[in-house]
């Protein structure tokens, strides 16, 4: 027996024959699952290395479990330590899965609104990384890519993404596809299995091809100008690649005595492009979400859209620190106040009363709340309730206006 109510109520006689399992989906746990996704579109290799990793640290545990033997032991030690760096990466692309997660939860949200603004995981889930492909595709484009693919009209580049997320809907959306981001496919059990009967250190094998993954990678992606990690020795700027295939790298960290910087010539092998990550993730977060609302519009009722672009703008600035919750409170809710004071006798006589209805008096009242942020609305009572300013006659007439938007206070 299952239920999609959030909050479901069953009579005692039920509840105790049965057993409740609550499979709704978090926010932390969301955000968890999007990271994987994430990893394994940005950093595939991390991905496919972990996940081999686990499937065979699995079977290591099972002979283990037969047998002891130092040498499995050994390897999953070195496993871990592996894993622990690959996860420590994995934690820089931690905001993008955040944004992603909220954006999910914004959406399932909308059948609030409307009972047709119904979004499963699994759809979000492509547009999610049709935003992710997006950012790649720009990313080739701008590498070089050029000719005619560079000069893509608008439309046709809608055409094509929407191709795309059309022939990637052709599947069983029965399947658990964020599951698959982290499981090991068969191509990551190849390659483990590769590793460990190629070098007899399993793990030094999954190293050594990663290495030679970001050499390959290196080759291609750094030029002059690029900023590189090489090696052990720190980053540096490439300022000349030589004839012979050589990098000129100015390093950052390195000084001689006359306290110019140290240069090093090195092979592409030694150096990986170094990845802005902040950079990285503020363009995939931006790209997401701008993928997302465009999605969720387009099935909008006229009446809603306002609404709902609201929604979205309000809440992700919020979970970005970028307006405080009190003040979206303010705008939807308005704390209201009493008239009276801490010794009892009104804040505002019987001067204000007279024009202004006693729910709007609260709601003036209510935004002294906000005084220490915004310290106008701390006078704003002081100022309508004064029965000798001329602020108090100002504010009447403000609210007997026909048209008070336009008027300047």
Known sequence: ??????????????????????FAVTLQGLEDQLLALVVREER????????????????????????VATDISIKLE????????????SEKYRQVARRGAQLFFIMSALVKIHTYYMYSLNAFVVVFQSGIEKVQAEDKSAGGGGGLKGKMSLMAKLKSTAKKIIMTQRFNWNQDILGAAVR???????????ARSGIADMMGGLMLNMQ???????????????????????TGKVLEIRADGKYVVEM?????????????????????????YKARCAKLSDTITSTTINYVRRCLFEADKLTVVSLFALTLQMKDGVIDKRYVDTMLYNKLKDNVGEDGEPLVGEHVTDWIPELNLKQVLGLEELSNMVPAFGELATDIGSDASKESWVWKDFFNHATPELRRV
Not at 45 to 67: C, D, P
Request: glycine letters at 6%; proline letters at 3%; a positive charge.
């Open 184 to 194: 090991a496919n068969p191509d990551d059990l190849k390659a483990a299995d590769k």
């Open 1 to 22: 027996m299952h239920t999609k109510l959030s909050n479901p109520h069953y009579a005692p006689e039920i509840q105790a024959e049965c057993t409740l399992v609550n």
């Open 252 to 276: 950052r960290e390195w000084k001689m005595g006359n306290g110019g910087l140290v240069k090093m010539y090195c092979t592409a092998k030694q150096m990986t492009k170094t990845i802005d």
């Open 78 to 89: 070195q496993g871990k330590k592996t894993t622990a760096l690959i996860n420590k990466t």
């Open 212 to 234: 030679q993954k970001k050499a390959d990678e290196a080759a291609k992606a750094c030029k002059k100008g690029d900023l590189c990690d090489v090696g052990n020795f720190g």
């Open 44 to 67: 595939p290799e991390l991905a496919s290395q972990k996940a081999g990793w686990i499937q065979q640290a699995n079977e290591f545990m099972v002979k283990e479990s037969k047998r």
